[in-house]
C-alpha cells in the first residue's frame, strides 16, 4: 500500500511539475527563448494568495483567481519590456536577461516580504481522504492531480482546436509564413506569455498548498526541476512537457522512498542525462529538420 | 487609412486598371541596398512576371509588398490606398497574398489545418466551406491528402498546398515567389496551367521566377530586375524576343 501512496503523491508533484514545464515549452516553441523568469512567476502568484488571504483575509478561491489574472499580467508585461526589445538578438542576450528578471523578481519579493519563510495556509478545503485501512491521500494531492488534469486537457483542445491555438502552432513553427496568414505574432506571443504564466500562478498555489512554505527564492527549484521536465518531455512539445513532468514527479518521489531522499534530486538529474544521452531530442521532441 | 476603407478602393479597381503600384522603394539590409528604386504596376486581370537572376532582389521586393520588410523609401499602394506602412499581417486582409519562396507550409500540420489559416481572417464559416470546395476542386490531391501533415507532402504537393492556402483568404491579387522551385518537370508545367488558371478565374497574379521561359510564356507583361534596379520592361511576349533577355535569362548565344 505505501508504494501505491508515494506513487499517488508523486503523480501530484509531477502534476504540478508538467504544469510549470508547459509554460517553459509553450514559450520555448513560440518565442524561441528559455524564459528562466518563469519559475520565479510560481513564487509571485504564492505571495499574491498569501497577501490576500492572510494578510487582507480575502476568500481563497477568489484570491487564487486574482493571482492567475495578475500573474497573466505580469508575463505579458515581462515580455513586453524585457524580451521583445531582443527580439532579433542572440540566444545569449535573451539567456542572459531571463536570470536578470528572475532575479529582478526574486528581490523585489525580498524587498516586499522579507527572507524569512512565510507559513503558506493551504487554499485547499477538503482533508484527507482514507481508501481501506492503511492508503491516506491528503486533500491536496487530490485536488492537485484534478486540477491538473483539466487544465491539461483544456490546454490541449484549446490548442488544436480553437483558431488561437492554431495561430499559435503557426506562429511557432514559422513566424513569417503566420504573418502572411494574417496572424499577429506580437499578439500571439503575449497569449503564450498569459497562459504560461497563468499556469505557473496555479502550479505556485498548488505547489506552497502541499509545502506551506513560502520565501522569495520558493519558485527557483521548481523551476530548474519544471525546467528539467519540459526537456525531458522534448521542449517544444506540449504532451511531451505533461509526461516529462510526470514522470519526473514520480521517480522524484519513488527516489526519495526507496533510494536516498538527500540523492533524489541527483537521481532525477541523473535520469535526465540519461535521458538525452539516448534520445537528445527528448521523450517525445521533434526532429529538426532544417531543409536547404 | 481604415482597413474597410482600402478594401473598398481595392473592390473599386476596374478591370484593366492598376490594383497594385510600387513607387521608387529603396530598401536596405543594414548598410546594404538591396532595392535600388524600383517601381512598377500590376492592373487588374494581369499576370505579370517580375524575372532576374539570383540576387537580384526579386524576394526582397515581394517581402516589402507583403510587409514583412519595411523600405527605407518609397511607397506601396494598392487600389491607389497606401500599404507601405501597414503590418504584414493586416495586409493579407486587404486583399493581397502571398505564396512565399520555398512554400513554406506548417509541416507539423495537416492540410486541412494549413489550408485553414489560409482563411485565418475570414470569420465566414460558410464563405470558408465554400472556397475550401472549390481549392479541393481545383487540387483534388490535397482532398486525398487533407488529414496528413503538410511535412509529408512531396514537393509538388506543398506548392499545390501553398498556393490552395493563399486562395483560401479569396485575394484580390497572389504574389507568387518561386512557385517552380526544386520541382520535377512534370510539377513546372502543372503549376503554370495552375497560375494560368487562378488567373483565369479573376484573381491578379505577381509571380517572381527564375525560370524566365516559363514566366514570360505565362505572363501578359513582365520586368526585369537585375540588381536592384528594373533593367528592362514590356510585353512578355516582347521581351522573350529580346536579344539581351535571350542571352541573360533564356540561355541561347
Known amino acids: 500500500m505505501s508504494f501505491l501512496s508515494y506513487l499517488i503523491s508523486g503523480i501530484s508533484l509531477g502534476s504540478v511539475y508538467a504544469l510549470i514545464a508547459l509554460g517553459y515549452t509553450m514559450v520555448y516553441g513560440i518565442a524561441k527563448m528559455l524564459n528562466f523568469a518563469h519559475g520565479d512567476v510560481i513564487m509571485v502568484g504564492g505571495f499574491i494568495v498569501f497577501s490576500f488571504v492572510s494578510t487582507l483575509g480575502l476568500n481563497p478561491l477568489f484570491s487564487v483567481l486574482l493571482a492567475v489574472v495578475l500573474c497573466a499580467l505580469l508575463g505579458v508585461l515581462i515580455e513586453r519590456i524585457a524580451y521583445k526589445p531582443l527580439r532579433s538578438a542572440t540566444s545569449l542576450a535573451v539567456l542572459i536577461t531571463a536570470i536578470g528578471v528572475s532575479y529582478f523578481l526574486q528581490n523585489v519579493a525580498l524587498l516586499i516580504f522579507g527572507s524569512s519563510a512565510k507559513s503558506f495556509k493551504s487554499v485547499v478545503p477538503i482533508g484527507e481522504i482514507h481508501i481501506g485501512t492503511e492508503l491516506v491521500i491528503s486533500g491536496e494531492t487530490v485536488v492537485t492531480i484534478a486540477v491538473s488534469l483539466v487544465i491539461m486537457v483544456a490546454l490541449t483542445l484549446f490548442v488544436n482546436r480553437t483558431k488561437t491555438g492554431k495561430a499559435m502552432l503557426a506562429v511557432s513553427e514559422d513566424k513569417g509564413a503566420a504573418q502572411l496568414m494574417g496572424i499577429n505574432v506580437n499578439k500571439t506571443i503575449s497569449i503564450t506569455f498569459a497562459i504560461g504564466s497563468a499556469l505557473a500562478a496555479v502550479a505556485g498555489v498548488l505547489l506552497c498548498s502541499a509545502y506551506p512554505s513560502l520565501k522569495p527564492t520558493t519558485g527557483a527549484m521548481p523551476g530548474i526541476k519544471a525546467f528539467t521536465a519540459a526537456v525531458f518531455g522534448g521542449i517544444g512539445s506540449i504532451p511531451g512537457a505533461m509526461i516529462g513532468g510526470v514522470l519526473l514527479g514520480v521517480i522524484e518521489n519513488l527516489s526519495k522512498a526507496y533510494l536516498s531522499s538527500q540523492m533524489s534530486d541527483g537521481i532525477v538529474f541523473s535520469v535526465l542525462i540519461l535521458v538525452l544521452l539516448i534520445k537528445p531530442t527528448g521523450l517525445l521532441g521533434k526532429k529538426i529538420n532544417k531543409k536547404v | ?253
Do not use: C, W
Open chain 2, 1 to 253: 487609412m481604415k482597413k474597410d476603407t482600402i478594401k473598398e478602393a481595392v473592390a473599386a479597381v476596374g478591370e484593366g486598371e492598376t490594383l497594385l503600384s510600387v513607387r521608387d522603394i529603396h530598401v536596405f539590409y543594414g548598410l546594404i541596398e538591396a532595392i535600388k528604386g524600383v517601381s512598377f504596376e500590376v492592373r487588374r486581370g494581369e499576370i505579370i512576371a517580375l524575372i532576374g537572376a539570383n540576387g537580384a532582389g526579386k524576394t526582397t521586393v515581394m517581402h516589402t509588398i507583403s510587409g514583412l520588410i519595411r523600405p527605407k523609401s518609397g511607397s506601396i499602394l494598392l487600389g491607389g490606398a497606401e500599404i507601405t506602412q501597414i503590418p504584414a499581417h493586416r495586409i493579407v486582409s486587404l486583399g493581397l497574398a502571398q505564396v512565399p519562396e520555398g512554400r513554406r507550409v506548417f509541416q507539423e500540420l495537416t492540410v486541412y489545418e494549413n489550408l485553414m489559416l489560409g482563411a485565418y481572417v475570414s470569420s465566414d464559416k460558410a464563405e470558408n466551406e465554400e472556397m475550401l470546395e472549390k481549392v479541393y476542386q481545383r487540387f483534388p490531391r490535397l482532398e486525398e491528402r487533407k488529414k496528413q501533415s503538410a511535412g509529408t507532402l512531396s514537393g509538388g504537393e506543398q506548392q499545390m498546398l501553398a498556393m490552395g492556402r493563399a486562395l483560401m483568404s479569396r485575394p484580390d491579387i497572389i504574389l507568387m515567389d518561386e512557385p517552380s522551385m526544386g520541382l520535377s518537370p512534370l510539377y513546372v508545367n502543372e503549376v503554370f496551367d495552375i497560375i494560368k488558371e487562378i488567373n483565369g478565374s479573376g484573381t491578379t497574379v505577381l509571380l517572381v521566377e527564375q525560370n524566365a521561359k516559363k514566366a514570360l510564356a505565362a505572363a501578359d507583361r513582365a520586368y526585369v530586375l537585375e540588381t536592384g534596379r528594373i533593367a528592362l520592361e514590356g510585353k512578355a511576349s516582347e521581351l522573350m524576343d529580346n536579344a539581351q533577355v535571350r542571352r541573360a535569362y533564356l540561355g541561347e548565344e
